[in-house]
């Protein structure tokens, strides 16, 4: 373990160099750096890199900021894959501007690797995505999870073509977005590209410029989306957004509310099943202070599908609290 010692704040802000750490090589195995600020402020590009095979490496209860390029990229060379690799509890922001000017190809995290782990991070205004989970030629990216997380204010300063999300899954099977918020980025959460049976669940997305949610096929094939669950909430144009020929997508348990249009297709997907979601008003705790629990009363209560990829919710209480599951990201506990 590299830690700082307990109460004291300890920076790692190298003068020069591509990085301020890059981890290369498959030798490098269970690591853990631990209460380190990570200033790329004088790196060239990335601030943490691990690539080469470099395994079971985590990075806890930290900064990760400033970044010429990516706060953090895991990707494949010839010593193979990057694997089994854990964000904990980080702050991760301001990554991707080069004297103050932003650059959407660059991310609060960009991973091209399986088997990941992303939980109980901060990710805010990074110039390109929050993160993405990303297929590239050498890669396969599949069973990662990004979970209790907040990702806000991603791509805010770009020009208004860009494209960008809190966060994304492409390619791959068993990718999983869950237990997550994203507000004030272009998209919230996505499904994008290609893979199979990627799930977004348990997440809240609302006041983001576009869309709470994007499932989107363009330059792939994209079949058997799950998007079970979430609350989507005053999104500036869509809650749900599905474009570019997505297959057998799955929309169940959601609620998608006061956004402009709850929930649309550019009408070249294929098999999308609908079912159980409440467009109508929940009943919702205190939604101006983004509190969107339910009150007692709410049409969202005992009224959605029991699915078994969905067994707790927003805040881990068990579901089903009563006859029938709930809509949306939380389940009613009744007094």
Request: hydrophobic share 35%; charged share 15%; aromatic share 10%.
């Amino acid at each position: 373990m590299i830690a700082a010692v307990p109460g004291q704040v300890v920076t790692m802000r190298p003068g020069a160099g591509p990085a301020v750490v890059n981890l290369a090589h498959p030798y490098i195995q269970y690591v853990i750096f631990d209460g380190i600020i990570f200033d790329g402020s004088n790196a060239e590009s990335d601030v943490i890199g691990l690539n080469g095979g470099a395994h079971h490496v985590r990075f806890a209860n930290g900064e990760i900021k400033n970044g010429k390029s990516n706060g953090v990229i895991l990707s494949f060379n010839s010593n193979g894959a990057t694997r089994f690799n854990e964000f904990i509890n980080l702050k991760v922001h301001d990554n991707g501007y080069t004297n103050g000017v932003p650059d959407d190809n660059f991310h609060g995290f960009y991973i091209t690797t399986d088997s990941n782990l992303i939980d109980g991070c901060e990710v805010y205004n990074n110039a390109g995505n929050g993160g993405k989970f990303y297929d590239t030629p050498s890669g396969n990216v599949f069973n990662n999870v990004v979970r209790n997380s907040i990702f806000h204010d991603n791509s805010k300063d770009l020009d208004p073509d860009r494209w960008s999300a809190g966060f994304f899954t492409s390619s791959g099977t068993g990718n999983q977005i869950y237990n997550n918020i994203a507000y004030n980025n272009y998209i919230g959460f996505a499904v994008l590209r290609g893979g199979n049976g990627n799930i977004l669940y348990n997440n809240i997305s609302y006041a983001n410029e576009i869309a709470g949610i994007n499932i989107d096929a363009a330059n792939g094939s994209l079949t058997g989306a799950k998007v079970y669950n979430n609350t989507i909430v005053n999104n500036g144009r869509f809650g749900i957004l599905l474009s570019n020929a997505p297959t057998d997508t799955a929309i169940t348990n959601n609620i998608v509310y006061q956004n402009p249009t709850n929930i649309s297709s550019d009408g070249t997907d294929k098999g999308m099943v609908l079912l159980t979601n409440l467009l109508i008003d929940p009943k919702f705790k205190n939604a101006a202070s983004h509190d969107f629990s339910l009150q007692q009363g709410s049409p969202a209560i005992d009224t959605g599908t029991s699915l078994s990829e969905v067994t707790d919710d927003f805040a881990r209480v068990r579901r089903p609290q009563g006859a029938q599951h709930d809509i949306g990201a939380y389940e009613y506990v009744f007094p």
